[in-house]
T-cell receptor, first 115, second 114 residues
Framework: AQSVTQLGSHVSVSEGALVLLRCNYS??????LFWYVQYPNQGLQLLLK??????LVKGINGFEAEFKKSETSFHLTKPSAHMSDAAEYFC?????????????FGKGTHLIIQP | ETGVTQSPTHLIKTRGQQVTLRCSSQ?????VSWYQQALGQGPQFIFQ???????GRGNFPPRFSGLQFPNYSSELNVNALELDDSALYLC?????????????FGSGTQLSVL
């Protein structure tokens, strides 16, 4: 069975500071890994996706994530936080890339940006 | 703008009632998935329909059922509503082309069961 653990239900950073959101996964097969962002009263938007092509994945809005198999981690980073980054972030895992087994999401991390 | 629309946006029902939620997928998408997101939690996979057939299901009882239609619309039906069914219900459409599909999520239907 697959699972995702997101460390820290809330993360607060200053505008312009580094953003680091942590995600650890469990999967019995090489996984597909995802980061999604959810703004208030909206659905989920894909930030980036790992499909084994490269361990460092670049996404939208300046975010990137690094797949580390030895640590079973897929942490999300952004060098400089912007006020518009304030949102809920979800890490997800799938053994089929979003197919019949669906995506298994973590509980989410609420990112707060301090001015 | 994902091109996926859900209706209604909000709904209030009473325990024991039945509810139907609707989703309009992006044109051309042959797959739709439904997720339940309880307050303060991540979305949980309910089931997926591919070409009008259910082809994957999460840990949800049979009172959760669905339909997918040829016109890119779909429904989630929940019978015998329970208080714990109160949640945001998200649908996501995609085009299955041999894997590596991208999900496009709607904004969801907020269901409250009293």
């Amino acid at each position: 069975a697959q699972s995702v653990t997101q460390l820290g239900s809330h993360v607060s950073v200053s505008e312009g500071a580094l953003v680091l959101l942590r995600c650890n996964y469990s999967s019995s097969v090489p996984p597909y890994l995802f980061w999604y962002v959810q703004y208030p009263n909206q659905g989920l938007q894909l930030l980036l996706k790992y499909t084994s092509a490269a361990t460092l994945v670049k996404g939208i809005n300046g975010f990137e994530a690094e797949f580390k198999k030895s640590e079973t981690s897929f942490h999300l980073t952004k060098p400089s936080a912007h006020m518009s980054d304030a949102a809920e972030y979800f890490c997800a895992v799938s053994e089929s890339g979003g197919g019949a087994d669906g995506l298994t999401f973590g509980k989410g991390t609420h990112l707060i940006i301090q001015p | 703008e994902t091109g996926v629309t859900q209706s209604p946006t909000h709904l209030i029902k009473t325990r024991g009632q039945q509810v139907t939620l609707r989703c309009s997928s992006q044109s051309g998408h042959n797959t739709v998935s439904w997720y339940q997101q309880a307050l303060g939690q991540g979305p949980q996979f309910i089931f997926q329909y591919y070409r009008e057939e259910e082809n994957g299901r999460g840990n949800f009882p049979p009172r959760f059922s669905g339909l997918q239609f040829p016109n890119y619309s779909s429904e989630l039906n929940v019978n015998a509503l329970e208080l714990d069914d109160s949640a945001l219900y998200l649908c996501a459409s995609s085009l299955r082309q041999g894997g590596n599909e991208k999900l496009f999520f709607g904004s969801g239907t907020q269901l409250s069961v009293l």
